[in-house]
């Protein structure tokens, strides 16, 4: 098993900045992947951004590319996702996955772990 812990959401105003992360615990494998989701109130879960093992590669949602970037720090097993210039459409809550294997994925279907979820309201 898998645990999968996220922080730092909180209410920001419009334009502003916020860092989330994701700690990855338990019998995580030699190498692995995450990627980030969110669900809006009333809507389906959609893809955020992913980034591969190494954290050489990463992929957005054209929706938030150029304002999001996605790193990791693998000596910590965490993940963070660094939101800028946030909009009203962002508010959303927040999930953080876990993928088997090195290459990201933007397919939900490809990720075997999920966290709890962390909300993310923005202001206008």
């Known amino acids: 098993q898998v645990q999968l812990v996220e922080s730092g959401g909180g209410l920001v105003q419009a334009g502003g900045s916020l860092r989330l992360s994701c700690a990855a615990s338990?019998?995580?494998?030699?190498?692995?992947?995450m990627g980030w989701f969110r669900q809006a109130q009333g809507k389906e879960r959609t893809f955020v951004a992913t980034i591969n093992w190494s954290g050489s590669s990463t992929y957005y949602a054209d929706s938030v590319k150029g304002r999001f970037t996605i790193s990791r720090d693998n000596a910590k097993n965490t993940v963070y996702p660094q939101m800028n210039s946030l909009k009203p459409e962002d508010t959303a809550v927040y999930y953080c996955a876990y993928k088997f294997g090195p290459y990201y994925s933007y397919y939900s279907t490809s990720y075997g772990y999920w966290g709890q979820g962390t909300q993310v309201p923005v202001s206008s």
């Open positions: 338990g019998r995580t494998s030699s190498s692995y992947a």
